[in-house]
């Protein structure tokens, strides 16, 4: 099994930085893909952004590209979010995810972003 836990999340103004982090442990050596997923309210779950744990490749959302960092460090099992010009449609609950042909998700951490 893997388990997840996020940190960093909080409030922030508009433009302004947050990084977030997601440590995985348990059976990490099985994990193909970790990414970072958005529940604004009233709205359903979105991918924000992905990176393949081997070979750093990374996918993100139209809205994040230009302004998130996805990032790993394989020595720490830790996945990283770096989020830059935030906006206030940025504000939701950031799951971590990871994928070992089997789906583990984080607790979530809230990012609030005031105008």
């Known amino acids: 099994q893997v388990q997840l836990v996020e940190s960093g999340g909080g409030l922030v103004q508009a433009g302004g930085s947050l990084r977030l982090s997601c440590a995985a442990s348990?059976?990490?050596?099985?994990?193909?893909?970790m990414g970072w997923y958005r529940q604004a309210p009233g709205k359903q779950r979105e991918l924000v952004a992905v990176?393949?744990?081997?070979?750093?490749?990374?996918n993100y959302a139209d809205s994040a590209k230009g302004r998130f960092t996805i990032s790993r460090d394989n020595a720490k099992n830790t996945v990283y979010l770096q989020m830059n010009s935030l906006k206030t449609e940025d504000t939701g609950v950031y799951y971590c995810?990871?994928?070992?042909?089997?789906?583990?998700w984080g607790q979530g951490t809230l990012v609030t972003v005031s105008s």
């Open positions: 348990g059976s990490t050596w099985r994990i193909k893909s």
């Open positions: 995810n990871a994928w070992d042909y089997v789906e583990h």
């Open positions: 990176i393949i744990i081997s070979g750093g490749i990374t």
